[in-house]
């Protein structure tokens, strides 16, 4: 019996293994890397929010030239009114990281202002 624990702890003295030490700065390494990664990922993330901002307003804005164009040059009034009539599926919601508003100016030339803001900026 003792001969056999000689035995194995001769095999097992050559055993090479990793040390508390090497599998810590292995953990910090990979963590440094993942955090690294989470805010490159949060940029393209910004990215897509501003070009969606930019798509809404272009939709809002097509969608206001159609019905200008279809009712006897009037705007009009609301972007409720584009999404009751039929020119937009549904108004652009606040819950997307980003605003747009619709404002229509009366009098000579009348207009109709489309714009985004995402956090209180031009988008």
Do not use: W
């Not at 809404?56 to 097509?62: C, F, L, S």
């Not at 030239?65 to 009751?84: F, Q, R």
């Amino acid at each position: 019996m003792l001969q056999r624990i000689r035995q194995l702890h001769e095999i097992r003295k050559d055993d090479k293994g990793f040390t508390l030490i090497e599998l810590l700065i292995t953990v910090v390494i990979l963590g440094v890397l993942a955090g690294i990664v989470v805010f490159s990922v949060s940029q393209f993330n910004d990215d897509g929010v501003a070009a969606a901002c930019k798509a809404d307003i272009k939709n809002v804005e097509t969608a206001t030239e159609a019905y200008y164009a279809k009712n006897d040059h009037d705007y009009a009034d609301t972007m409720a009114i584009l999404v009751s009539s039929g020119y937009l599926r549904e108004a652009p919601t606040n819950t997307n990281g980003y605003t747009i508003s619709y404002n229509r100016v009366a009098g000579p030339p009348e207009t109709v202002t489309v714009t985004g803001t995402i956090a209180g900026a031009a988008c």
